[in-house]
């Protein structure tokens, strides 16, 4: 073996294990937020749960609590916000105050950032990155401030939903609404 072909053959592993290292890198990176989407499900799940047992005991558990008629399903729902706040000083003031969704009954709910994400690309032709739709949405809803990995980890959720589609470009991930009438292609996007 020659010198230069042993220097061509190390320039070659060389180049090899950079680009390993890299997509071993980016890989990382992808576990770390699906991760990071798997925790905040398990967190929402728990949550489910929990209101799930806090209004176990009510007669038709069938229907949520907000879709409930009368006097003491109000009266029971105070009751269960009470138990779950923690006593004290704090507490009382919030008690009096009328926290909890028992008070928000005339009010509409603030949209979900999934549908304000998914509404964002519906204006758009072309794919989108995280930090493009993050920076609209905080243009457009200026009393909405998700983190970056708030959005990236919504907008992974979606995708699994399959409400969007993930497109890849080089080291970019972009972000486009699923078309209604076409077949999603999800192995020729994640090419």
Not at 75 to 98: D, H, I, M, R
Not at 107 to 129: I, N, V
Not at 147 to 175: C, D, F, M, W
């Amino acid at each position: 073996m020659t010198s230069q072909s042993a220097a061509t053959l190390r320039s070659r592993y060389v180049e090899q294990t950079a680009s390993e290292l890299e997509e071993n890198h980016r890989r990382q990176q992808e576990l770390t937020e699906q991760i990071a989407v798997l925790k905040q499900e398990e967190a929402l799940l728990r949550e489910i749960l929990n209101l799930a047992e806090r209004y176990g005991g009510f007669a038709d558990t069938s229907r949520l609590p907000e879709q409930l008629q009368g006097e003491s399903v109000a009266a029971k729902t105070q009751q269960a916000t009470a138990e779950s706040l923690p006593q004290g000083p704090a507490s009382a003031s919030a008690q009096a105050g009328g926290s909890g969704r028992a008070g928000t009954k005339g009010k509409s709910r603030q949209p979900l950032l999934g549908e304000l994400l998914a509404d964002l690309l519906r204006t758009h032709d072309q794919p989108r990155l995280a930090r493009e739709l993050r920076d609209e949405l905080l243009e457009k809803h200026p009393d909405r401030d998700p983190t970056p990995q708030v959005v990236r980890n919504t907008l992974e959720s979606l995708v699994a939903k399959g409400r969007i589609q993930r497109h890849r470009q080089q080291r970019s991930v972009l972000y486009s609404l699923v078309e209604s009438g076409r077949p999603e292609n999800t192995a020729a996007a994640d090419s």
